[in-house]
């Protein structure tokens, strides 16, 4: 569930065998279309009341997606090399979407993920440059693009600041650092 500056909301209704995300602004309220129809959710809600969030895909894996307002349509943002499902936490008034990538396999860890148009889905851990650091979840994005993530050093797990290194909003893409936040 989440709301946006304008007072637009987004939430889930669940009835009988089904989880069908919904987006209530002034206009009214409409249900969202998954990529299976009964099964998605809404996590996020931008400014410009685009939502992102997860649905089932036709083979059964869950994908990060994302719906645009006023189209019916949903966007299937994928997965990268290594993993099967996504899941997306958060998107930004620029359209910078971050999330989680995961696998069938149990033992293999989780890696946070950075979407925009103009790069796609990317893994984080690909794009921050240090091998120190292993990010397994992007959980928030501001305006400037600053990302919060949760991940892990040689000294232990904790979160994240990941920075571009430019202080206009852009996409996180090469050159970007990460601070470990620390008690």
Known sequence: TAINNAGDVAGVVID????????????????????????????????HGIAVGGSRTKDGAWH????????????DLGVTDGFDKSHANDINVAGI?????????????????????QLGLRNLNKL???????????????NRG???????????TGY???RPESSA????GTGT???AARD
């Open 16 to 47: 009988k065998d089904r989880t069908r995300p919904f987006l209530k602004t002034a206009e009214g309220v409409r249900l969202l279309r998954g990529l299976d129809p009964r099964a998605a959710v809404v996590t996020a809600l931008n400014d």
């Open 64 to 75: 990060a997606v994302m719906y645009a307002p006023k189209k019916k349509d949903v966007t």
């Open 97 to 117: 979407v971050v999330g989680t990538l995961s696998g069938n396999d149990l033992d293999a860890r989780s890696h946070g993920f950075v979407y925009s148009e």
């Open 128 to 142: 921050i440059g240090n091998p120190d650091v292993v990010i397994y979840d992007a959980i928030k994005v501001n």
């Open 146 to 156: 600053e990302i919060i993530a949760f991940g892990q050093t040689q000294e232990g």
């Open 160 to 162: 994240f600041v990941i």
């Open 169 to 172: 909003p852009a996409p996180v």
């Open 177 to 179: 650092r990460a601070l």
